[in-house]
């Protein structure tokens, strides 16, 4: 008997691993995608690999709120009109984009970049809460509101935040509960999460 036949060459099944390692594409699309490549003209696929390559290089954390940027001030952070009284906290950079969307709020933001899980070893030395610290010691903020997913790891940094920062004397108030448990904020619609901020309560 023959060698068994594999059904594509290395490359391309090389390509379908490497596809299969994004968030949200199965083996299917994966498959998919990768014969899509294979079909592309070498110019656009050429495109697609600088994109991929310029997203970690001309990108950085904003000095200030660690959200992602091109500058070393985000776009956010030097944006005169915005409320320096209110710092918005979040998980992750893409959260920005969601409450941005809203057009419901106009303060600053800062992104912790995970949240607190004892079951996977993430404490609060693994997230970016010293520097929101720092940035609570000028004393020109007046209220943290606090935006983490509502799963349980969500939870418990919003709990473990509030102790640490109401005694600062800063107002702590979280997104009102109009969002399901479990829900990742960057996935929350656009009228969910606008009345979750508006009708956001004191922690
Ligand atoms: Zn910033």
Redesign the pocket.
């Known amino acids: 008997m023959s060698q068994q036949t594999t059904p594509t060459t290395d490359a391309v099944s090389v390509l379908i691993q490497e596809l299969n390692k994004l968030p949200g594409i199965g083996p299917k699309s994966a498959q998919r995608i990768a014969y899509y490549l294979l079909r592309a003209n070498e110019l656009e696929n050429q495109s697609l690999a600088e994109a991929i390559l310029q997203v970690k290089q001309k990108t950085r954390l904003?000095s200030?709120?660690l959200?992602v940027?091109e500058t070393d001030?985000?776009h956010?952070?030097s944006s005169e009109p915005r409320d320096r009284t209110k710092i918005c906290i979040v998980e992750q950079p893409q959260d920005i984009l969601a409450i941005e969307h809203t057009r419901k709020y106009n303060g600053l933001y800062h992104v912790l970049h995970g949240a607190l899980s004892p079951s996977e070893g993430i404490g609060p030395d693994d997230l970016r809460i010293k520097e929101l610290i720092d940035r609570l010691k000028s004393g020109e903020v007046t209220e943290i509101i606090l935006a983490t997913n509502t799963n349980l790891e969500g939870e418990q940094t919003s709990l473990y935040l509030h102790r640490l920062i109401s005694p600062l004397g800063i107002k702590v108030t979280r997104l009102a509960r109009g969002l399901p448990f479990g829900t990742e904020l960057e996935y929350a619609d656009d009228m969910t999460l606008s009345r979750a901020l508006e009708g956001r309560q004191e922690f």
Request: glycine share 0%; proline share 0%; with cysteine.
């Open positions: 904003c200030i709120c959200n940027s001030v985000c956010i952070c």
